[in-house]
Structures are given as C-alpha cells and as structure tokens.
C-alpha cells in the first residue's frame, strides 16, 4: 500500500470529518455567534450614542457587509469546516504514512492515536492558553499579535509532543512502555506549562493594557459613562462558555470522526489487499 | 488468522520513503495551505490582496475553529 493510497483516505475522512462538524456548528455554535453579533451591535450602537452626547462628530454609515449573514452561518461555515477538515486530513494521513509498520499498533488503533495527538496539539493545548471567541470578543487592533501568539503556541506544541515521544523512546528500553508514556506525558505538560506562562495573556498586550489596564483576556467590559455608570453590560459571560465548550467539543468531534473514518478506510483497503494478492487476476483489474 | 485484524497487522508493513516522498510533501503543502485560509488569511496577513471576501465567508467557522479573528 503507497502513500498515494493514505492521503487519497485523509481527504475522504477528512471531508467526512468537515461535514459531520459543519451539523454539530450549525446547532450549536450558530446561537452563541448570533447573541454574540447582537450584542457587538448594541455595543456599536451605546458607543456611539455616548461620543455624540460628548460632542464628537458620529463616524459615518455601518460596516458595508461582504458576505451576508445568511451566508456566513450555513454556506460560508460549511466551507469552512469541510475545508479544515481536508487539511487535517490530509496532514494526519502524511503522519500516519511515516508511522505505518514501524510502531506495533493495528492500522486503526494507530489512526486513532495520530489523530488524538493531532487534537492535543494543533487544537486543544492551544486552547488552554488562547481559547477560541465569538465576535465582539476580540479586538481589531490585536489581531497581528493575535494570530502570531496562537501560531506559536500550535508550533511550540507540536514541538513538544515531538520532544515527549523523544524522552519516551529514549527510557522505554530501562522503566517499560507504561512509565515510559508517563514520563513522556509529564515532559509535554511541563514544557506547554513553560510555555503558556512565558507568552503574554491577550489582555496584557500594550493597546489593551493602555486602554483597559492589565487583564487576562479581551473579553469586553462593562461601557461607562463620564461619570462611571455602566450603560452597557460587559459580554455575556454564558454565551462566551458555551461557544467555548461548543468549539472544544467540535474540534473533539471533528478529530474523532477523523480517526475512526481514516483507520476504517485503510483497513479496509488493506484486507482487500490480501484478497488480490491470493487472486493475482482480481488485483490486476 | 482470517479476521480482519490479523490480516490488518499481517499488512501492516513500512512504506518505504523513497517512492511516498512526493506524494506526502504534496499532502503536507495542500494541507498547510487550506489551514492556512480558512484560518489565517485575509486578516493578520494576505495573500489574495485587500479584499475579505474570503474571510467574511469563513468568518463563523475561523471563530468557532479557535483561530484569531477580529
């Protein structure tokens, strides 16, 4: 079987992967997008309100909307998830190739496990640091930073996990495979911990902290008047955790689905494999 | 011997790097680069120029999948 064979396999569960995620955003991260986009408006609409009552000139018409709204929460969202779907597909059937036959583990055991190591890193040590946000939390300004600060934390995790296998492999043959995976465990938390308490919580980067002085997050505070009556509520802060544990718990889903349906996938081409080589006519058709 | 899971192991032989080379780089680039889009592009950097059609489209999914977003 060649490598040819496994990404093929990685785009098809990836994409089932995608669409099964899309059915899950669509019921549950739908509603938390939507109170989120609502309560931006309202914000949007107290800010303004209060800059004209102190005189200033309002700054000109809305957004000019690109995309429509419609479109964003059904079409746009299934892109998306289908299209992540078959990157990480294509990515877990790239890793799968360089550990198929050389670890002692069944075909989709080992799916399961390179895809579980693909959720831990690429998605769910960096949530621990920079969880996932629905709009209005978020602010323009940072978004450079943003974005550079979660690509470190994917790349530092993957690193690390690389560097637990290493240590792992390295003790295996003196303390046995189970302390091995201990130590290995130990050494990927310890280095994420390291990691996570050097890099800067969002809400101390300098635009925010000038503004708002030192937080952890940019999740919006209560809007104030001059004479410090709250006439706006800070973000809801139950919307905020069920788009978080919605997000997780995609992710979850969407890796999962991955690993199951990839590990699937190749055994079966692998048993019909056996078939053709008993019958050399059937594998030459 | 005839289950499925010892047929499955008795296959489960390395693939040589040699002849698999092309075909995973191919898979690591596509891979990075459809990442890339959905999450990245057209908002911290650009590589399709200065219009966010793409990003309005993936505007939930890039939220819900924990990528920065405005």
Known sequence: ???RSFVLRGVIAGAVAGLVAWVFALLFAEPQVEAAIAYEEGRGEAEEALATAAGA?????????VVSRGVQATIGLGVGMVAIGIALGLLVAVAYT????????????LALVVAGAGFLTIYATPFVEYPASPPAVGSDETIGDRTALYLVMVIGSLLFLAAAVAVARQVRGRIGTWNAVLVGGVVYVALSAVLMSVLP???ELTINAVENGPRVSETPLPLRDAAGTIIYPGFDADVLYHFRVASFAAQALLWGVLGLVFGALVERRLAKGEVGERTPEASAA | MTTAGAVARA???????????PWL?????????????VGIDQ??????GDTTVLHELVHDARHFLGFPCH
């Open chain 1, 1 to 3: 079987m060649e490598a």
């Open chain 1, 57 to 65: 000139v309002p700054a000109g018409g809305a957004e000019e909307e």
């Open chain 1, 98 to 109: 360089l550990l198929h036959g050389r670890v002692a583990l069944r075909p989709r055991v």
């Open chain 1, 201 to 203: 919580g969002l809400g």
């Open chain 2, 11 to 21: 296959k489960a032989t390395a693939v040589p790097a040699s002849e698999t080379l």
């Open chain 2, 25 to 37: 780089i191919s898979a690591v680039l596509v891979g990075l680069a459809l990442y890339y889009v």
């Open chain 2, 43 to 48: 908002g911290a950097v650009s590589v399709f």
